[in-house]
T-cell receptor
Framework: KAGVTQTPRYLIKTRGQQVTLSCSPI?????VSWYQQTPGQGLQFLFE???????NKGNFPGRFSGRQFSNSRSEMNVSTLELGDSALYLC??????????????FGEGSRLTVL | GENVEQHPSTLSVQEGDSAVIKCTYS??????FPWYKQELGKRPQLIID?????GEKKDQRIAVTLNKTAKHFSLHITETQPEDSAVYFC???????????FGKGTKLSVKP
């Protein structure tokens, strides 16, 4: 079974631009969640999607958005990029809703650098 | 909201020694406590988890203990090996926030 796949793996943007990141979950997994990882800050929850609906959202500004498609693939978008958005963005999939009670399978992440 | 504090942020041990990482959480409704290991440049992976109906769980050299009254849980690694070097994240879930809340991580270095 293929693991969680994230694209692109690396990208460089400038302030004010926008970016879209993609995540393909493990086949059969219906829940996708996104995390921002920065040095010293751990994994900060962005949002979770299940059956194309956002089920939970973290404390990030509205510039961060996402969606999930009928095949469970998910995208997240960051508009009007700021220097502080530079981070590793991790996607994780799980079999069912309720990522707080079962194993998360992470992708390798998309490393975003904002100049 | 839920908060998970993790200590220490860095830990250096000699090969063969034990390592202990501690976490505290604030939401008393939390009932699921996983630990993830992230090797350099790799994705986080679940190494062990515990639910609130048990106080301790072991898997070979790794064990996790939970004290619900004090709202803290710990990861214990015995007979550490260089391949145990990684960043370890604790997390708490099942609480009112509906998602896993992670600690900020502990960078463990095992010196040969």
């Amino acid at each position: 079974k293929a693991g969680v796949t994230q694209t692109p793996r690396y990208l460089i943007k400038t302030r004010g631009q926008q970016v879209t990141l993609s995540c393909s979950p493990i086949s059969g997994h219906r829940s996708v969640s996104w995390y921002q990882q920065t040095p010293g800050q751990g994994l900060q929850f962005l949002f979770e999607y299940f059956s194309e609906t956002q089920r939970n959202k973290g404390n990030f500004p509205g510039r961060f958005s996402g969606r999930q498609f009928s095949n469970s693939r998910s995208e997240m978008n960051v508009s009007t990029l700021e220097l502080g958005d530079s981070a590793l963005y991790l996607c994780a999939s799980s079999l069912n809703l309720g990522t707080n009670t079962g194993e998360l399978f992470f992708g390798e992440g998309s490393r975003l650098t904002v100049l | 909201g839920e908060n998970v504090e993790q200590h220490p942020s860095t830990l250096s041990v000699q090969e063969g020694d034990s390592a202990v990482i501690k976490c505290t959480y604030s939401d008393s409704a939390s009932n699921y406590f996983p630990w993830y290991k992230q090797e350099l440049g790799k994705r986080p992976q679940l190494i062990i988890d515990i639910r609130s109906n048990v106080g301790e769980k072991k898997d070979q050299r790794i064990a996790v203990t939970l004290n619900k009254t004090a709202k803290h849980f710990s990861l214990h690694i015995t007979e550490t090996q260089p391949e145990d070097s990684a960043v370890y994240f604790c997390a708490a879930g099942g609480g009112s926030q509906g998602n896993l809340i992670f600690g900020k991580g502990t960078k463990l270095s095992v010196k040969p």
